[in-house]
């Protein structure tokens, strides 16, 4: 099971600092346990892994053999919390090159999260003239870039196939019961999968809004919830500092309180990438409003060691770093002994490449908590479905408390709207007419 | 040419703390161009537009045809400034998606930025049995990340061609005149490019060691180098608070001054995603050290509106953003009629996509400025060669003076040292016991 070492905080937190956390962490466990917090119309996500419904889980394994079976491409459209989850999955377990790669899985696409021009055009293009399905997924259905998306890329279908056939072509992921995408769908007779309505989007990915695209890449989905049921009975069940959890959640907010404003996320493997995305969305979407709130940024290590490295080494003192670290689950690579040496790496003769990352870390751990920046560790044995399952549920579980820590709701997202009530006005969107002028007048 | 729009930023800094800056934005300048500052053995970029080597211009061009001609895919090995800049003119101009695309290029493969074992393996697997050629880009040839790749690519392309036909399918971008790697390729009779003495590796792109791989993907360079001299001309002429340069300088600057931390770049363009990271080498290695420096990060609109919107609305006021616009180069879609408007989409019938994405940024730019956040625009007219080498030497010229504003040396990076020592002590190289006795004391 997944652990964090703190050893690298302790010359900035004290153990009364973290001594006096403790009942804050176990008031914050409580009110999210007992759904007695704000934003606790938002907790569906707490025991997903044990509550899910499985005959909707049945139809979604069956569907991803489906796409398997009669598509070369998938098109996944949507945004935010509605793709991030997947395309961190898909490409930690398979890999950021998945669709280089030869497989005898679908290519999958995520449309539907831009306004780009540009990169809507050349999905279309990568697409070709392949089969292809779509998977539509939108509480709403009425967000404008999936929307947009899922105009595009449905005629593109009903023009490959006619509309009777594009339509088993098609899997919408959306409300139980209302909204534009469930209407379209329940009269078109797309097979529906639900966004629970207690489950916000940044918290998603176990549902079928994840675990369809997910499934279709060939990755085990039962797996990865039975990792996720095993972190939540472990980490629901320990009511103490040494749950991971609590671990995790005490040291962030006792860092923050004490003027650390960023927190940097590491991974040794540029395939963290869209995990980082992910967590970044998790954690600032939850935390960032009243003012508050850790800024949540992401480096690639060792690349960013040559980047963002001298930064971290010696720049502003105003952030900590969370690695995330496992060891690597696939090949090895030995380091051969070279009779010339010109590039002086003989003393690696023997060694294999992941022991020398390993040392990587370690000093860069060293190096950056001499630097003045607090080092937290998340460890994993390694990375699979089950691993993954794990990890995410660590992610969320923390989120929701560390919030309530944080004394916000960790399950809102007002300020989201604002952008798209001005957008909306500059579009000239009924209804908006007043805005629109206001707006005018100061551009 | 590039204009930089400051209006968004009134509302948080004065013109009277304008007006401040402008003697120290023209002194900070003086200090660059006179070669008097800190760091002056590296300041060769500021006249490189204009001074470039002509006949090892022509050499890359040359190299990028045979390359073209000879080889399916090309390995580009290098870490930091030797591999960023050469991706992200890749990314922007071509697509993020470039090996995926069909085209007439070679593949583009970035190895030597990692010690993960899975993305080196990944990477001979893509490369497989096809024709390849390899570009080394190290000033040392000792990096440990490139120097692994290179003995690892090396070995396949001998083992592929022997030994002599290899040896002309290695490009060698490196130190002119010493080093391990500029002694093998003098010995093995790889043909070889310069690393110049006098640009820090951040600052390279437009040398050899961004431009090989840069034309190998069919860009043009000579006009990208002439965007960059046009930049240069006219941003080193007008010494006044009307170059976009002493502009973005100014502001930035003003804005750290009062107690914004974070500077959060930001394109509305996924192909932007490099970039991003490129200028994040620029700005932090250069910036961030002695305390001090603007951390820098980066989003991707309108997706991470989804993400991070929420936090950037409304979270911590420690930040402030800087907008690269453009128009879109490529096609266009127009958004239709749907008879039913179930999506509610109708009221944008008849509009271009490309209008719906001005109107979220110019919307999005409202709402954060309302939210606390300054908004610095950086607009270019489109994104082809020439403007794109016009903002590089933007970035360029901006960094070193905005680092001699900020009192440090821009074009060092002594903190990067930290944890190679660190790495090297713990994997046991000659030379490092002593630290290596007092490191595994401490783990």
Known sequence: ML???LSAISDFVSGQQMAAMEPRVAAAYETLATGSGAGNDYIGWVNLPRDYDREEFARIQAAA?????????LVVIGIGGSYLGARAVIELLKSPNYNLKKKDTPDIFFAGNTLSTDMVLEIMELVGDRDFSINVISKSGTTTEPAVAFRLFKAKLEEKYGK???????YATTDKAKGALKSLADVEGYEEFVVPDDVGGRYSVLTAVGLLPIAVAGIDIEALMAGAEEARVAFQSDRSMNNPVWKYVAARNALYEQGKKVELLCCYEPSFRFMSEWWKQLYGESEGKDGKGLFPASVEFTADLHSMGQYIQQGERIMF???????QPHGEILIGADKDNVDGLNFLAGKPLSFVA??????TRLAHVDGGVPNILVELETVNETTLGQL???FELACGISGYVLGVNP??????????KNMFAL?????????????????
């Not at 489906?66 to 491409?73: H, N, V």
């Open 358 to 363: 390993e040392q990587a870390l370690r000093g």
């Open 3 to 5: 652990n964090v070492d």
């Open 427 to 443: 579009l000239n969107k009924p209804g908006y007419e007043e805005l629109r002028e206001t707006l005018l007048a100061r551009l």
């Open 392 to 394: 995410i549920y660590f």
């Open 164 to 170: 009777a056939e594009a339509a088993k072509r098609i």
């Open 411 to 420: 399950f809102n997202q007002p300020g989201v709207e604002a952008y798209k």
């Open 65 to 73: 053999k489906r796409i398997q079976s009669d598509s070369e491409a």
């Open 321 to 327: 770093e969370t690695v995330v670290r496992y060891d």
